[in-house]
């Protein structure tokens, strides 16, 4: 098996890395995966290790079928990502970092990966970013006419300085915000719930908007029918009447129909 020591140092640990496993510096704050990764420190953060990240290159981390993934348009920047078959979530083209394990072998007519023999769609040779590094090492020697000099790898517009934005769903699908009204609403409520230490998901919210719709609509409706009650009563009611007049209309109209009692048969 032809390993990365022919590639830079950062590459090689990003292969390597195991993301999303809780940060030890942060262990008691919420929300505390590293999900990210500084080429600068070879390293992977959490969100709440960004302060002194911040001018370094850095790099987001996302989950899709249970396995890592990165942006193409991110890794675009630092080696050719070519021939790497590519997935579309969240609205962005991701590749995987690492070949995924087969539970049994591809034994198909159709294309796969020079590496690993995993089922790919024309015209794409490799299913990871790994795949390609292995592959290029092992043909060519090296992969140094495929890096590119990239010196300032910001965050994506959106996610610097949140950190409510790293986390995505187990599938790599970011929590849809068409749940709610608008993302303007769903950003000021995740603003505020994570201010206040308690993390509240959109399908919550919806479920508790929905559950005081249905409320608001039945006290609504007891209200109306209370009135429509009270104005049959005010019909009837002389002008003057006392309150143990009222009281009493009020039982008269509110009191049901008893057994009407018959006749005797003689």
Request: glycine letters at 6%; charged letters at 20%.
């Amino acid at each position: 098996m032809v390993g990365f020591s022919c590639s830079p140092g950062w590459l090689e640990r990003l292969l390597q890395e195991k993301f999303f496993n809780p940060c030890l510096v942060h262990e008691g704050v919420k929300k505390n995966e590293k999900n990210i990764f500084c080429l600068d420190c070879c390293i992977s953060i959490c969100p709440h290790c960004l302060s002194p990240h911040r001018s370094h290159r850095l790099l987001q981390i996302r989950r899709y079928v249970y396995h890592d993934v990165i942006r193409v348009d991110d890794m675009e920047k630092l080696i050719d990502c070519s021939f790497v078959q590519s997935y579309i979530t969240n609205s962005a083209k991701v590749v995987f970092l690492n070949e995924r394990p087969q539970t049994r072998p591809f034994r198909g007519s159709g294309n796969v990966c020079n590496t690993c023999d995993r089922s790919l769609q024309d015209p794409y040779v490799f299913c990871s970013v790994a795949c390609k590094v292995k592959h290029l090492i092992k043909r060519e020697g090296g992969i140094s006419k495929y890096l590119y000099d990239c010196q300032f790898l910001p965050l994506p517009d959106g996610a610097r300085g949140d950190s409510s934005s790293y986390y995505e769903l187990e599938e790599g699908q970011m929590t849809p915000e068409s749940i709610l009204e608008s993302p303007a609403s769903f950003s000021s409520v995740s603003g505020s719930s994570h201010s206040g230490g308690g993390g509240v998901g959109c399908r919550t919210l919806a479920c508790t908007a929905t559950t005081e719709a249905v409320v608001r609509k039945k006290r609504s409706s007891v209200v109306s029918g209370a009135a429509a009650a009270a104005s049959r009563t005010a019909a009837f009611r002389p002008s003057c009447s006392t309150a143990n007049d009222l009281l009493e209309a009020v039982h008269v109209a509110n009191r049901r129909k008893g057994i009407p009692n018959r006749s005797p048969l003689y």
